[in-house]
């Protein structure tokens, strides 16, 4: 064992602000100043019992992106250093972030030993590459993100820690299968490098009826796309579309994965999936080849999920409502019957009423999986969804992209199981309008400025706040802009009280509700690695079925006037126009 001084890091990594679920993100050359990675990792292991570390099992990998092979190695030595037993690592360091959580909870060692926890590597759906941007979150042994009080605690550590703990051992070749063994500190020290598939297969197979969507899928009447983004989930593509449901390989986009994404920016939405937007019929210029059927995409780490039907988009929000409503007769994990549904706060309020009709339980919690997460070890919620394009179920702990694209295909096989051979084909889009027809249509858009100035971000945010004062004075604004939007009926902050532990959290976002059922939402995002990101979530709802095929742009415009005019966003951010729409 060696002991390091860390005196080189001047200040704690967060830069004073306080890592939530999704840990810590910056840019790459932010990450390899001397020991600055060191310091979280530390902090990290000084914040957890003894018993999850010493004689512990960990997982350690990631999305692949740039940085995690010399992050691996650093990480393997710490925990060494501070008497870990064993370190699983992902073939190639990489590891889906649903895939972690299956790991965790569901594999199990050639000796019997089981995961406690994990370092997980990535940024999520922000870019990859030397100059682009890192990450690193610890997952307990519940396969979910570390709650706030751990969270809290390593960011307490990483302003106080003097010294860390390592071993002085060789890199460990983490290409190829197998068990490399050590004399640590403790005794011995294995580094196991296990298939990064496998676990987390046999877990969908488990879920799925992979009989029905392999029918759907060699349909000639069907075909079927996925984008990887170049991202981890092409680790898993593969195996599962291919081998398993014996799709075309050459119906697999950009799925071998990269240190820096092809140089693309792996968020699976209508603005970064340019490629597979195009090949669905939702470009710009028309393509004479016809689309396919279906259409999805995947982030860099694979937890979050785009939908898309034959030049037709599938809203997030939309999605999780179609899951939750299909879910028991489509899908054999669920034929028993659902424990409950929840969405994020800024999610359409279409689940709602899915849940209403269903007679299910239902939660609203605040942005963040580990919200979820409590209400599925109390076995509360067996699906749940956020608008930014994440969606799971309790089978793991985190969102899962691959799981959401086998729901649908799931949806799709149960609704034409009796036409492929002959009849029209259920399409996506006809799912979509049926189940606006029953549950009337949630128009919904989201509004991103990325990269803004973080204190004209909290001003334009301490506005909106002191504007809730005074619902009169907001009325009158409203209808300056625009004399046909409903009024405001109440205006707030979004406060959540966890139902499970009792924590409660605030200051979650910025509602305005009116009348008619139509919200906006503003809040400020942690997810990027500099600057700050305002969303602005507009959302109206239409329950007449003749007013539910309108173009939602259209139908939303003025809201969006409204939500614009209302906020000041020009004149606090200097931004026009925001960085992307969904």
Not at 207 to 232: M, N, R, W
Request: charged share 25%; with cysteine; aromatic share 10%.
């Amino acid at each position: 064992m060696v002991l390091f001084n860390v005196s080189g890091v001047e200040t704690t990594p967060f830069d004073g602000q306080k890592p939530g679920t999704s840990g810590l993100r910056k840019k790459v050359k932010v990450f390899k100043q001397p020991n600055y990675l060191e310091n979280f990792v530390q902090s990290t292991f000084n914040a957890l019992t003894p018993q999850k570390v010493r004689g512990a099992t960990l997982v350690v990998s990631g999305d692949g992106r740039y940085f995690s092979k010399d992050a691996i190695q650093i990480i393997i030595k710490m925990a060494a250093g501070n008497g870990v037993r064993r370190v699983w690592v992902g073939q190639n360091g990489l590891l889906s972030t649903p895939a972690v959580s299956a790991v965790i909870r569901e594999r199990v060692g050639v000796d019997g030993s089981r995961a406690t926890g994990a370092f997980i590597l990535t940024a999520s759906h922000n870019p990859g590459g030397p100059n682009e941007d890192f990450g690193i979150k610890y997952n307990m042994e519940n396969g979910g993100p570390a709650p706030e009080g751990i969270t809290d605690e390593i960011y307490e550590n990483t302003k106080a820690i003097k010294e860390y703990l390592t071993a002085d051992l060789p890199d460990v070749d983490i290409t190829a299968i197998g068990v490399t063994s050590f004399g640590g500190p403790d005794g011995q020290f294995d580094v196991e490098v296990f298939d990064s598939a496998s676990d987390y297969v046999k877990l969908m197979r488990s879920i799925f009826d992979f009989e029905s969507i392999q029918k759907l899928l060699s349909s000639p009447k069907f075909t079927f796309c996925y984008d990887a983004l170049h991202g981890v989930a092409g680790a898993y593509a593969k195996r599962i579309f291919v081998e398993e449901l014996g799709a075309q390989e050459s119906s697999l986009m950009n799925c071998v994965p990269k240190e820096d994404f092809g140089g693309g920016h792996p968020d699976p939405n209508l603005t970064y999936a340019k490629e597979l937007v195009a090949r669905m019929g939702l470009g710009k210029s028309n393509s004479e080849v016809e689309p396919p059927e279906f259409g999805a995409a995947a982030d860099g780490d694979a937890d979050r999920n785009m939908i898309l039907g034959k030049r037709f988009f599938v809203t997030p929000s939309d999605s999780v409502s179609i899951i939750a409503a299909n879910a028991v007769e489509a899908i054999p994990y669920f034929s028993a019957g659902l424990k409950g549904v929840a969405r994020s706060m800024p999610t359409s309020s279409g689940l709602d009423i899915v849940a209403k009709n269903l007679n299910l339980k239902f939660f609203e919690v605040p942005t963040g999986w580990k919200f979820f997460g409590n209400l599925m070890d109390a076995g509360l919620c067996s699906i749940c969804g956020e608008e930014s394009f994440g969606t799971g179920s309790d089978h793991i702990r985190e969102k899962d992209g691959i799981w959401a694209v086998l729901a649908w295909l799931s949806i799709l096989a149960f609704k034409n199981k009796e036409n492929l051979g002959g009849g029209e084909l259920v399409t996506v889009e006809d799912i979509v309008r049926n189940h606006w027809a029953t549950y009337g249509r949630h128009y919904y858009t989201r509004y991103d400025y990325e990269n803004v100035d973080a204190g004209a971000a909290k001003e334009l945010m301490a506005y909106l706040v002191k504007l809730q004062s005074s619902l009169a004075e907001v009325n009158e604004i409203v209808s300056g802009i625009r004399s046909d939007v409903s009024k405001v009926v109440h205006a707030d902050e979004f406060e959540y009280k966890d139902p499970i532990d009792g924590s409660i959290s605030k200051h979650q976002g910025i509602r305005y509700l009116f009348e008619d059922g139509s919200r906006l939402v503003f809040r400020l995002s942690g997810t990027g690695s500099e600057g700050a990101t305002i969303r602005l979530y507009i959302e109206q709802y239409e329950k007449d079925p003749s007013k539910t095929g309108r173009d939602s742009q259209d139908a939303l415009a003025p809201l969006v006037a409204v939500a614009l005019g209302l906020s000041k966003m020009q004149e606090f951010t200097g931004r026009s126009a925001p960085t992307v729409i969904t």
